[in-house]
Structures are given as C-alpha cells and as structure tokens.
Antibody
Framework: QVQLQVSGPGLVKPSETLSLTCAVS????????WNWIRQPPGKGLEWIGY???????KYKPSLKSRVTISVDTSKNHFVLKLRSVTAADTAMYYC????????????WGQGTLVTVSS | SYVLTQPPSVSVAPGQTARIPCEGN??????VHWYQQKPGQAPILVIR???DRPSGIPERFSGSNSGNPATLTISRVEVGDEADYYC???????????FGTGTQVTVL
C-alpha cells in the first residue's frame, strides 16, 4: 500500500517559488508515476503533472513554463517546484501515485494548503 | 486540450437514484474513474475503469461508459452521499490527466 506524506511551507510570497516534497513509503519509487494535483479553495481538481524516477515528466500545458517535478530515488521522495507564483496558485496540493497511464488514483494523501500572499 | 464537463449540481431525495453525467469527446474510448470528495477531505475513489467498484465502496455506487456521457449512478441515495463527485480520464494523445468540472450532490 502506497503511503504519501506531503510537506512544505504553507505560505509563499508572490513571485517566489513554491516547493513541496512528497515522501513515499510502502512501494519502490521506481514503479509508478508521481503526480501533483491541486484544488483552489471552493474549486475543482486540477492535475499539475507527473514525473517518473527516470526523469521523464509531463505537465499540464498551461503550467508547463513554471513547473518542475523531480524524483529523488536516494531519498524516496518527489518534489514539486512552481515558479513565479501568484494568488491564483493558492490551493490545496495533493501528491498521488498512478500505476500507468489509464490507471485510477487509488489513494490520496491528506494534502497541504499553500497560500500565496505577501 | 481534452475537456470533461459535468453539471454543477444534482439534487435527489433520500432513497432515490442520482445520476451524474460526464461528457467528453469520444469518452467511450477512455477509462473513466470517479472520485467522491466531502468537505474538508481528500477525494476517494468510488468507481474505476468505468464500472469497477473498489473494496469498501457500497454496491449502491455504479458506473457506465458506453458512449457520451459516462455516468456515475448512486442508487438508494443516503444523506451521507452528499459530496462533490469528479470524473477523471487519461488522455492518451496528450499524455495528460483530466478531471471533470465536478458535480455537487445534494440530498434533499
């Protein structure tokens, strides 16, 4: 059973970089794709992107210019970096694993709320 | 980019049946997954691969995807089913994951 624990600052200033880490346990990190999903307050779910341990990554086109997702196999975690944030990036951020392209998201972590404000 | 459209809200009386549609181009060719999200909680998977129910999900939840739209059906609705429901697919062409716009189910 995959267990995921997200950590990172809950407050980020506008124009700075949001950085979140998701610790993986219960499974080898070289198996699934490692994804980030967010949900602005009162709004719907938005997939941000994923990365494999190999470094292959895919991002939502509208975020692609500002996003990097990387996998650190030595630490068994993966990282989201979102640059040049604005208030529109305020959201609950979830990290999840997906087995393969067409698979469902079997379990979700608790998520972390990130607020962008000065 | 691929878009999934759901009605913003569905209202249903206790004991009745709620049907939540999810519309997308050629959706019948994709695997549709459904998630339930209650206020303040993370989503949980209620239907995967169009119609498969994960362990622990009541039989009252069912799914179908034989064309546009895909549908999540909740039979014998209970007050505890009040939540937001999202459909989700993987778009092979773009290798992107896409969520529906979400439907709030209200039990009258």
């Amino acid at each position: 059973q995959v267990q995921l624990q997200v950590s990172g600052p809950g407050l980020v200033k506008p124009s700075e970089t949001l950085s979140l880490t998701c610790a993986v346990s219960g499974v080898s990190i070289d198996t699934y794709s490692w994804n980030w999903i967010r949900q602005p307050p009162g709004k719907g779910l938005e997939w941000i992107g994923y990365s494999y341990y190999s470094g292959y990554a895919k991002y939502k086109p509208s975020l692609k210019s500002r996003v990097t997702i990387s996998v650190d196999t030595s630490k068994n975690h993966f990282v989201l970096k979102l640059r040049s944030v604005t208030a529109a990036d305020t959201a609950m951020y979830y990290c999840v694993s997906i087995k393969e392209g067409r698979s469902s998201i079997e379990s979700w972590g608790q998520g972390t709320l990130v607020t962008v404000s000065s | 980019s691929y878009v999934l459209t759901q009605p913003p809200s569905v209202s249903v009386a206790p004991g009745q049946t709620a049907r939540i549609p999810c519309e997308g181009n050629n959706i019948g060719s994709k695997n549709v997954h459904w998630y339930q999200q209650k206020p303040g909680q993370a989503p949980i998977l209620v239907i995967r691969y169009d119609r498969d129910r994960p362990s622990g999900i009541p039989e009252r939840f069912s799914g179908s995807n034989s064309g546009n739209p895909a549908t999540l059906t909740i039979s014998r609705v209970e007050v505890g089913d009040e939540a937001d429901y999202y459909c989700q697919v993987w778009d092979r062409d773009s290798d992107n994951y896409v969520f529906g716009t979400g439907t709030q189910v209200t039990v009258l």
